[in-house]
């Protein structure tokens, strides 16, 4: 009923950027809280950025002043803009949005994105 769909993803030198999107659609009623994650291989996957339904955005402080968490809740969409990149920010980057669906008598979910993957590399 709900998908979420990234894009953005890619091979990038170390000090460049990217800008990973993603889109939520079906049959969505509202969306709540929106992040990205990451996971490196062999790694668990760990909270990268968050951004509330008012816009209040929290950083790990692993890309604090280097990454921004955006929002655009009339296109149901969340992203990432990244900045300086370094190798160590190889991972598969996934999006996550707390949703609640047209069905009201359900309450409110996680749903994720199926993953993109981000390298880092000379």
């Known amino acids: 009923q709900v998908q979420l769909v990234e894009s953005g993803g890619g091979l990038v030198q170390p000090g460049g950027s990217l800008r990973l999107s993603c889109v939520a659609s079906?049959?969505?009623?509202?969306?709540?809280?929106m992040g990205w994650y990451r996971q490196a291989p062999g790694k668990q996957r760990d909270v990268v950025a968050h951004?509330?339904?008012?816009?209040?955005?929290n950083y790990a402080d692993s890309v604090k002043g280097r990454f921004t968490i955006s929002r655009d809740n009339a296109k149901n969409a969340v992203y990432l803009q990244m900045n300086r990149l370094e190798p160590e920010d190889t991972a598969v980057y996934y999006c996550?949005?707390?949703?609640?669906?047209?069905?009201?008598?359900?309450?409110?979910?996680?749903?994720w994105g199926q993953g993109t993957q981000v390298t880092v590399s000379s």
């Open positions: 996550n949005a707390v949703i609640q669906t047209s069905d009201l008598s359900v309450g409110a979910n996680d749903y």
């Open positions: 079906g049959s969505i009623f509202s969306i709540y809280a």
């Open positions: 951004i509330a339904s008012g816009s209040t955005a």
